[in-house]
């Protein structure tokens, strides 16, 4: 069951609550995800991304000793009641966010009936359309957590769009691209999307970053 899905997008928490344009040149940032990494070297070069690990309360902590601003996702934040510390929230288009982020799926056994039909009441078709479209771009894409890749996909009504992202680690090279279908045909467009990058030279791309 995929209960209804938490925002998806990505955070900066910022000393002073600055943005991330407001951020000084040379600014330390740190994220522990490549796929962070890449996408704000792309939209600014003058800082510096610093790798940045532990839980979030962890990372939280380092905020104001090691770094000027830290990323970390909107759900994750929210989740432990700290989502007010946020000073500027990236849209899907300025970071795409990973795969089934903000998502929470629960496992059942195989052939457990009663189980399934309790958790028939809080699976949300919009969240499992989201899902499936994303898991299938990332199945396409055989992408793992040491390729900066990324996507997102949002239902409205009875359509479905998704953004999809390939990069190198530096963010030199990205590429993002934007599909719709209806929601019924999540899957496929997950695939299509990741066809599409790869077509575009996010074969090329991942080649580099397995070399």
């Known amino acids: 069951a995929t209960p209804p899905r938490a925002d998806p997008r990505d955070g900066l928490l910022a000393n002073q609550g600055a943005t991330f344009r407001t951020l000084p040149p040379g600014s330390r940032v740190g994220t522990g995800s490549l796929r962070r990494k890449a996408q704000l070297l792309r939209m600014r070069r003058d800082v510096e991304v610093v790798d940045l690990a532990g839980n979030v309360d962890t990372r939280i902590r380092k905020l104001s000793s090691d770094y000027d601003a830290i990323v970390l996702s909107v759900a994750g934040l929210e989740r432990i009641g700290e989502a007010g510390r946020v000073s500027q929230v990236f849209s899907v288009d300025e970071m795409v966010p990973s795969v089934c982020q903000g998502v929470i799926a629960v496992e059942m056994r195989d052939g457990d009936e009663h189980l399934a039909r309790l958790l028939s009441g809080i699976d949300d078709a919009h969240t499992r359309a989201e899902a499936n479209c994303e898991r299938a771009f990332s199945k396409t894409l055989g992408g793992d957590c040491y390729v900066p890749v990324g996507c997102c996909a ?38 299509r999307l990741a066809e599409v990058l790869l077509d575009d030279g996010g074969s090329r791309i991942l080649k580099g970053a397995a070399s």
């Open 154 to 191: 949002r239902v409205s009504g009875g359509s479905i769009e998704a953004v999809g992202m390939i990069s190198s680690e530096d963010g030199n090279d990205l590429l993002r691209r934007k599909l719709g279908a209806s929601s019924a045909e999540a899957a496929a467009l997950g695939k």
